[in-house]
């Protein structure tokens, strides 16, 4: 049986963007005519996490509603370089726990992490959406392969903007950024656009 999972902000003994990792959690049982769901909050109550600090709570689950949660102590990850990967046939719609096509994808990169391309379209890295930066505004790209929950929010909140980016557009924007649950938008911790190391245009365009 599939097993899915939701991986959530835990920072000084609060819960983060609850309602829509619950929505999402919800939606996934719906999906797959599965009756009922987990719940996510009582889960949480009932673990006891009395530590202050930042810390990843990584649910797995699957739909006869069985479950296994880890704490895991958080730090953002700065990354090195970016490259980008075409593959038009991946599909994420859900948050699975299985990742072999992803770390694979990984594996074959010449970067620390991956970008991926789906028909000439910009979707998300393997683990976090995308925020990239034209003038002053930030834009997500519309053809995300998870709608994550922090991009959810951020859209809600009129942060940031939906957009088409495409191989062709994406040099036009200076500077991108990753989100997901346990990274928020921050315009202070942003990466140029030449850290894709291999633009439409650059000799090493899609050579992987």
């Given amino acids: 049986m599939s097993q899915f ?82 593959n038009n046939s991946y599909d994420y719609s859900f948050k699975f726990e299985d990742r072999k096509e992803l770390e694979k994808m990984k594996m074959m990169a010449k970067a620390e992490e991956i970008i991926i391309v789906k028909n000439n379209h910009i979707t998300d890295t393997s683990f976090s959406n995308l925020l990239f930066l034209k003038g002053k505004e930030w834009f997500t790209p519309s053809t995300y392969l998870l709608n994550g929950v922090q991009r959810q929010n951020l859209l809600k909140k009129k942060k940031i903007k939906e957009m088409e980016i495409t191989l062709q557009n994406i040099k036009e924007f200076s500077h991108f950024q990753l989100i997901n649950a346990l990274n928020d938008f921050d315009d202070t911790f942003i990466y140029p656009i030449h850290k894709i190391n291999n633009l439409p245009g650059s000799n090493d365009y899609l050579d992987y």
Avoid: C, W
């Fill in 5 to 86: 999972i939701e991986s959530i902000k835990i920072e000084d003994q609060e819960i983060f963007l609850l309602e829509l990792h619950q929505k999402r959690v919800n939606q996934t049982f719906a999906h797959f005519g599965k009756e009922g769901s987990i719940d996510l909050e009582k889960i949480f109550k009932n673990l006891n996490h009395d530590e202050d600090g930042l810390y990843k709570l990584k649910i797995t689950y699957d739909l006869d509603k069985r479950f296994r949660t880890m704490m895991i102590p958080y730090a953002i990850p700065e990354i090195h370089d970016f490259q980008l990967v075409e």
